[in-house]
C-alpha cells in the first residue's frame, strides 16, 4: 500500500530518527532546528540576499556559534539527510543524494530546512492520502497542492537554491509513481511547481 510506502522513505525514517530524541542534552535534532530557525527568519527578512555562515551563525538563537553550524551543515556534519539517502543504497535514493549533495554548507543546511519546514505539510498530506481512495493522478495532485500551500506561506525559503523543492516531496513523488518516475525528473518537475 502507498500509504505505507510513504510512512517508511529514506528521509521520513531520517526525521523519524532525529525528532525522536527527547533528551535535553546532546538532542541534535534540537540544535539543527535552532539553525532551521535562522535560515527561515533571515530568507524571509532578506529575500534575495545569499546567506553565508556567518549570517546564519548570527541569527541562531541563543548562541549560534561557527564549530556548531559546521556541526550541523557541512560535508563533515553529523546525520546528515543526505548521508541516510547515500547509505540506503537504492536508485532513487542515490539520485536524490547526487541532487542534494551541496558543496556549500549553507546550501545543505537550506535543504535540510525545507524538509523540516515542509514537514507539517506532510504530515497533513499522509494524513489525506491515507482517509481517501484516490487515484494516482489524484495523489500527485494532493502533493503537489500540499507543496503550493508550503510554498505560498514560505516563499523566500521555496525559492532559495534555485527553486529546489524539499527533498522528503521528492521522494513521496518517486514513491507515489512507484518506480516509473526517476528521482531526478521528480525534482525536476517539482522544482518548476515551485517556479509557478
Known amino acids: 500500500m502507498i500509504t505505507m510506502d510513504l510512512q517508511h ?10 525528532s525522536a530524541n527527547r533528551s535535553p542534552r546532546r538532542n541534535h535534532w534540537h540544535t539543527k532546528i535552532v539553525y ?5 527568519e533571515l530568507l524571509a527578512a532578506r529575500p534575495g540576499t545569499p546567506l553565508t555562515w556567518k549570517s546564519v551563525v548570527a541569527a541562531a538563537r541563543p548562541h549560534g556559534c561557527r564549530s556548531t553550524f559546521y ?8 546525520h546528515r539527510m543526505v548521508d541516510d539517502l547515500i ?8 539520485q536524490l543524494a547526487l541532487r542534494y549533495l551541496r558543496t556549500d554548507p549553507v546550501e545543505q543546511l537550506i535543504d535540510e530546512t525545507k524538509v523540516w519546514s515542509y514537514w507539517p ?6 494524513d489525506r492520502l491515507a482517509s481517501t481512495d484516490l487515484t494516482p493522478t489524484e495523489q500527485e495532485h ?8 508550503w510554498s505560498r506561506r514560505h516563499e523566500a525559503l521555496a525559492a532559495a537554491v534555485n527553486h529546489s523543492p524539499p527533498a522528503c516531496a521528492v521522494e513521496d513523488l ?4 512507484q518506480g516509473r ?7 525536476g518537475k517539482l522544482s518548476e511547481v515551485l517556479r509557478a
Open 36 to 40: 532551521f530557525q535562522a535560515v527561515t
Open 121 to 126: 505539510y506532510r504530515t497533513r498530506l499522509l
Open 87 to 94: 547509505a540506503a543504497g537504492t536508485p532513487d535514493a542515490i
Open 174 to 177: 518517486t514513491v507515489l509513481h
Open 142 to 149: 494532493e502533493l503537489v497542492e500540499s507543496l503550493h500551500t
Open 181 to 187: 518516475l526517476a528521482a531526478m525528473r521528480a525534482a
Open 9 to 18: 522513505t529514506v528521509i521520513g525514517d531520517w526525521h523519524a530518527r532525529l
Open 71 to 78: 556541526e550541523v551543515a557541512g560535508a563533515h556534519a553529523r
